[in-house]
């Protein structure tokens, strides 16, 4: 029985070291955020990976709202890429100490809260899910250089890091439900649903 017992423990020991073995970190950079028309979904479209997030009321109205230039994102710590895909990670918005009493009464009808030193923030544990890109799709900005879509790149780059557990037979399996259609813009699966890149000029990292 303790010879079994050993062996299970070592088995288990065993899976454990070498799904962490293949656990490795990299750097996405961050330039274009874009949102469905529908405002349930906002992707972020990278030369090689896609992702794509399910968008919390909340977040699509303050990137709309009349505070938007006096927010600020932070991200809390590294994202997680894992079995199928599936992504998550943590994001705060903040308004800026220039935020006026009118943003702060506007953020908090939104479910923004404040800590004791007086910072207004919304924090979201954000789901999803990276594909990878189809070949030949083009990027937000070269669609931008054409003319096409309404894409607007933030003021900075974004640098998240990101925990990828996923096996790399299954990340190409996962083709990116994101295409690009002349004259149209992103759509994503279904061409009803289009991204577009909102007016976020004020909003930095």
């Known amino acids: 029985m303790r010879k079994m017992l050993a062996f299970l423990f ?6 454990l070291l070498s799904g962490c073995a293949s656990t490795k970190t990299y750097t996405e950079d961050v330039s274009t955020l874009m949102v469905s028309s529908d405002s349930k979904t906002f992707a972020v479209l990278g030369p090689q990976y896609h992702y794509l997030f399910d968008m919390p009321p909340a977040m699509a109205q303050s990137l709309t709202s009349d505070f938007r230039m006096r927010l600020t994102a932070v991200i809390l710590r590294e994202f997680h890429v894992g079995a199928d895909g599936f992504t998550w990670g943590y994001v705060r918005l903040q308004l800026t100490d220039d ?24 924090t979201h544990h954000l789901k999803g899910k990276r594909y990878l890109a189809r070949p030949g799709t083009p990027s937000p900005a070269q669609v931008q250089q054409t003319g096409q879509g309404r894409q607007t790149t933030l003021d900075q780059a974004y640098r998240v890091p990101v925990l990828d557990s996923q096996s790399s037979a299954d990340v190409m399996r996962l083709l990116s439900p994101v295409t690009f259609l002349a004259g ?7 061409p009803a649903v289009v991204l577009f890149a909102l007016p976020v000029a004020g909003l930095k990292p």
């Open 99 to 122: 935020a006026t009493d009118q943003d702060r009464a506007q953020a908090h009808a939104l479910h923004f809260q404040t800590t004791k030193e007086g910072l207004v923030y919304y």
């Open 184 to 190: 149209t813009g992103f759509v994503v699966a279904n």
């Open 10 to 15: 070592l088995s288990a020991l065993a899976v």
